[in-house]
């Protein structure tokens, strides 16, 4: 068996992610793709949780922004995030792996009501577990969800999944000169404001020392190499070695 450098880890989705070439919803190739590179880290004993987005759905950002109440679009929100939620559950589990999702908003038809303590029990257990609905309160991004759950359930490092390779000084897409960070601490984040994930998310992983893995989720096994300790990605951390 691999020898993986980290044992549990909680892994962000964004919800644009499970779009792939779709411009709304869920692209079954994304999801399928995506078990198909859990499934063996599972079989390898790796603990893993994940917290999904729900921006293919519905954004309360956008909702906001249209003149809708702040908290009912938030609400809608993290609706959505259990959609892909259930989507992610039902992939998985045709796959062959045992999930669970847990909501930190109260639809027990449909999830588990999330409970640290049981969540830990379940990553103990051999299952992963999936977040959704957030944090459960307006106001707050998924990212942010991310980051508590992360903490919460002691996990070794929070894994962002995103369309680039990493951290960048500015937007690689628009400025060919943009230089790649292999390795950048909190504070930098912050202050540079790279927006990697909300200052809110940011500061909770450096209260906490939570090391975050930014990557490419689009390259073929870049999950398991980050598992594997390679150089994938930029590491957010305390201070540079």
């Given at each position: 068996m691999p020898k993986y450098k980290y044992k549990r880890v909680l892994l962000k989705l964004s919800g644009?992610?499970?779009?792939?070439?779709?411009?709304?919803?869920?692209?079954?190739?994304?999801?399928?793709?995506?078990?198909?590179?859990?499934k063996p880290l599972w079989e390898d004993g790796e603990?893993?949780?994940?917290?999904?987005?729900?921006?293919?759905?519905?954004?309360?950002?956008?909702?906001?922004?249209?003149?809708?109440d702040r908290a009912q679009a938030d609400n809608m929100g993290m609706l959505a995030t259990?959609?892909?939620?259930?989507?992610l559950q039902d992939t998985f589990e045709h796959h062959g792996m045992d999930v669970r999702v847990m909501s930190a908003l109260e639809i027990r038809q449909v999830a588990e009501v999330y409970i640290r303590r049981r969540a830990i029990r379940h990553l103990e257990k051999g299952r992963i577990v999936i977040f959704a609905a957030g944090t459960g309160n307006p106001?707050?991004?998924?990212?942010?969800?991310?980051?508590?759950?992360?903490?919460?359930?002691n996990a070794e490092v929070l894994m962002k999944a995103t369309k680039v390779d990493g951290i960048y000084d500015k937007d690689p897409v628009k400025y060919p000169d943009a230089k790649k960070y292999d390795q950048i601490t909190y504070l930098d984040v912050l202050t540079e404001n790279l927006q990697v994930m909300d200052a809110t998310a940011t500061a909770l992983c450096h209260d906490n020392k939570m090391p975050i893995l930014v990557f490419n989720?689009?390259?073929?096994?870049?999950?398991?190499?980050a598992l594997l300790g390679k150089h994938v990605g930029t590491i957010v951390v305390e201070e540079e070695s």
């Open positions: 644009e992610a499970l779009m792939g070439s779709h411009d709304f919803g869920i692209d079954p190739e994304v999801t399928n793709r995506l078990a198909d590179e859990v603990q893993i949780a994940i917290v999904v987005g729900g921006g293919n759905i519905f954004r309360g950002l956008t909702g906001a922004a249209s003149g809708m259990v959609i892909n939620a259930l989507s106001y707050f991004t998924t990212d942010t969800a991310a980051a508590l759950r992360a903490c919460e359930i989720i689009d390259q073929k096994d870049n999950i398991k190499s």
